[in-house]
């Protein structure tokens, strides 16, 4: 009877299965083929082998938009691991209001990245509140230009990436935190620990796994960073296009009846690849840790 149903799980996998090739597998098998030609996006082509990938070797834009994308990386993670972390510490007491707390530090995260831009354009605006307030406390005497310098307009752009995404890491920190043995918190307290010791002796100890996990998931979400810059900069990636990140400059590419669907398609394979390595190299250097 165990025989003539092997085909039972497989009916429950099927759906998933089937989204994920369509959607998935054979999208990139696609992409990978394109990046082996000259393919245009009005379609067409033919076999140019290595060609591409050669190009980006000594294309400007391409090490300018991976530069920029490994400053994002460098900034934006290292907040990303650590705000929302101290946010949920705050807010996991069962104090009256908390809950209100709580819905506002994660309301940023249901709000449409359209919705999000308008927002932070306005903040940060030549007349906007940022300078408004910076000119108040006469730190500054004209406005900083947030959106029209390039490196301005990336610093205006991670801001709003930690912004977004502070209450999504908040949840993932409170149900880790939960998850903290009392037991050892009350331990160390009757061993005279204050509360930062305990924090850095019990708490993170505990916390790594999570702490490894929203790393990694901040750092794929910033390779892949797209439409913070696309709304600040209004489609223009502030001057000349120095403010342009790798997934921008891959649209940049393909876009248009002129796009270079092949070239772009390059691009979009070397972003996956070093986007694997960065998860494959976290994880390693987690495991080696936890078995030293």
């Not at 990245?113 to 932070?120: D, F, H, Q, S, Y």
């Amino acid at each position: 009877m165990t025989g003539r149903r092997w085909y039972v799980p497989w009916l429950f996998l099927a759906p998933a299965l089937a989204v994920a090739i369509t959607f998935f597998i054979v999208p990139f098998g696609n992409t990978a083929v394109l990046s082996l030609t000259d393919a245009s996006t009005l379609g067409g082509g033919h076999f140019t082998g290595f060609a591409n990938y050669q190009r980006l070797v000594h294309d400007g834009q391409f090490w300018l938009s991976v530069r920029n994308t490994a400053l994002y990386l460098v900034v934006v993670v290292p907040l990303m691991v650590t705000l929302p972390l101290l946010v949920a510490m705050l807010v996991q007491r069962r104090v009256a209001g908390v809950g209100f707390f709580r819905a506002v530090y994660y309301s940023p995260v249901v709000a449409s990245m359209v919705v999000a831009g308008l927002i932070w354009s306005w903040l940060l605006s030549s007349d906007g509140l940022v300078n408004s307030a910076l000119r108040g406390l006469h730190l500054i005497s004209s406005p900083l230009p947030f959106l029209t310098d390039a490196h301005w307009l990336l610093a205006g752009a991670m801001a709003m990436t930690v912004w977004k995404g502070l209450g999504y890491y908040m949840v993932v920190y409170l149900a880790a935190l939960a998850n903290v043995p009392k037991s050892l918190l009350e331990a160390a307290e009757v061993d005279g620990a204050g509360a930062v010791r305990r924090f850095w002796h019990v708490t993170v100890p505990t916390l790594r796994p999570t702490m490894i996990l929203v790393a990694t998931l901040a750092a794929i979400a910033s390779a892949k960073v797209f439409a913070e810059v696309f709304t600040l900069s209004n489609g223009s990636a502030g001057p000349g296009g120095e403010a342009r990140t790798l997934v921008y400059t891959i649209r940049e590419t393909g876009l248009g009846l002129g796009g270079e669907a092949g070239y772009a398609s390059a691009m979009s394979i070397a972003l996956f690849v070093g986007t694997l390595g960065l998860s494959v190299l976290v994880t390693r250097l987690n495991s080696r840790e936890e078995q030293a």
